[in-house]
C-alpha cells in the first residue's frame, strides 16, 4: 500500500540540530511515523526535553551532546546508535548558524564558525555515517540547505558558501554512494520561523517577506517536516542529489 511506504518503522536517525527549530520537528516528525532517534547538538538540556516528546510517542530517543563543527565529537553521537541498534539508516544534517553582516564588513572568525558548523561539520559526519551505510547496504542522508543555495540574498556570505558547499557535496555523494544503496538529497527551505530568524521577522523585512511569499506568510518548522519524511522513507528510494524547495513559493516569483 503507498502509504506505508512513507513509515518510518522501527528506523534509526541520527538528526543533528534536534534542539530546536527544524531539527525538532524533524525529529519528532520521525518518532511519529516509526522511527528511534538520536539527538545531537551542543545543549544536552534541551535534547532531553525533545526525547520526553518522543518518548512520549512510545519511541526511544537517545540525547547526545555534539559540537558538530569539532571531528572529535562525532564518534559520540554515531557510537550513540551502533551502540544501541547496530546501524544508522536516516541521518539529518540540520545543525546550522549563521551571522547577518554586509559582505565588506564580514570577519574572519565569523567566517570560520560558519564554515566549520554548516559545512565541514555537516561531511565529515557524513563520511562518518556513510562508512556506516555502505558497510549497511542502505542508508538516507538528508542535508538542510537553503534558497542561498540557490539564489543571492544579501548579508550572508559566509552562510551563502557554506549552503552553496552543501548543495554541490549533495549531488556529488548522491552520485559517489548511490552503488551503495544511500540516496542523499537536500531541503532547501525558505524563511521559517525558528530562533534563528526570529531576528529577521522582527525587522521590517519580516513584513516584507511575509509580503513577498505567495502563499502568504512565514513557514513553521512542521511545514518542513513531511518532506524530511518522505526524503527518509521508501517511497523517495529512486529520487538523489536533489534539492527540494520548500519555500511557500518564493523561489517561483
Ligand atoms: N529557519 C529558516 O528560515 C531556515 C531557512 C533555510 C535553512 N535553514 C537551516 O535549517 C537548519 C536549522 O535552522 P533553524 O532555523 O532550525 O535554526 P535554530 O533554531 O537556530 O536551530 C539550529 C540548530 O543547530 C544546532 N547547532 C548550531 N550550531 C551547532 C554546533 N556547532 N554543533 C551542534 N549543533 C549546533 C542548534 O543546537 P544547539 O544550540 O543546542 O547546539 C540548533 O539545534 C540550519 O542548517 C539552517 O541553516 C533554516
Given at each position: 500500500m503507498i502509504l506505508d511506504t512513507f513509515k518510518l518503522?522501527?528506523?534509526?536517525?541520527?538528526?543533528?540540530?534536534?534542539?530546536?527549530?527544524?531539527?525538532?520537528?524533524?525529529?519528532?516528525?520521525?518518532?511519529?511515523?516509526?522511527?528511534?532517534?538520536?539527538?545531537?547538538?551542543?545543549?544536552?538540556?534541551?535534547?532531553?526535553?525533545?526525547?520526553?516528546?518522543?518518548?512520549?510517542?512510545?519511541?526511544t530517543a537517545v540525547p547526545v551532546q555534539m559540537d558538530v563543527s569539532l571531528r572529535a565529537d562525532h564518534?559520540?553521537?554515531?557510537?550513540?546508535?551502533?551502540?544501541?541498534?547496530?546501524?544508522?539508516?536516516?541521518l539529518v544534517n540540520d545543525a546550522g548558524t549563521n551571522v547577518r553582516v554586509p559582505a565588506e564588513d564580514f570577519r574572519e572568525d565569523d567566517w570560520d564558525v560558519i564554515l566549520n558548523t554548516n559545512l565541514k561539520g555537516t561531511f565529515f559526519l557524513t563520511q562518518l555515517v556513510g562508512r556506516q551505510m555502505i558497510a549497511q547496504r542502505r542508508g538516507k542522508i538528508i542535508n538542510i540547505a537553503s534558497l542561498t543555495s540557490i539564489t543571492g540574498l544579501p548579508n550572508l556570505a559566509a552562510y551563502t558558501a557554506s549552503k552553496g558547499g552543501i548543495a554541490s557535496l549533495t549531488r556529488m555523494l548522491a552520485i559517489e554512494w548511490a552503488k551503495h544503496g544511500i540516496t542523499v538529497n537536500a531541503i532547501c527551505p525558505g524563511y521559517i520561523k525558528t530562533p534563528l530568524?526570529?531576528?529577521?521577522?522582527?525587522?521590517?523585512?519580516?513584513?516584507?517577506?511575509?509580503?513577498?511569499?505567495?502563499?502568504?506568510?512565514?513557514?513553521?518548522?512542521?511545514?518542513?517536516?513531511?518532506?524530511?519524511?518522505?526524503?527518509?522513507?521508501?517511497?523517495?528510494?529512486?529520487?538523489?542529489?536533489?534539492?527540494?524547495?520548500?519555500?511557500?513559493?518564493?523561489?517561483?516569483?
Open positions: 518503522t522501527d528506523r534509526v536517525a541520527l538528526v543533528t540540530g534536534a534542539s530546536q527549530g527544524l531539527g525538532e520537528a524533524i525529529a519528532v516528525a520521525f518518532a511519529e511515523a516509526g522511527a528511534d532517534v538520536v539527538l545531537a547538538s551542543r545543549n544536552l538540556a534541551k535534547l532531553e526535553a525533545v526525547a520526553s516528546r518522543i518518548t512520549a510517542l512510545g519511541r564518534d559520540r553521537a554515531v557510537a550513540a546508535a551502533l551502540d544501541r541498534w547496530g546501524r544508522i539508516d536516516i530568524t526570529q531576528a529577521v521577522l522582527d525587522s521590517p523585512r519580516g513584513a516584507y517577506i511575509e509580503s513577498r511569499v505567495p502563499i502568504g506568510r512565514w513557514g513553521v518548522p512542521d511545514d518542513i517536516a513531511g518532506t524530511a519524511v518522505f526524503l527518509a522513507s521508501g517511497a523517495s528510494d529512486f529520487m538523489t542529489g536533489q534539492l527540494v524547495v520548500v519555500d511557500g513559493g518564493w523561489m517561483a516569483g
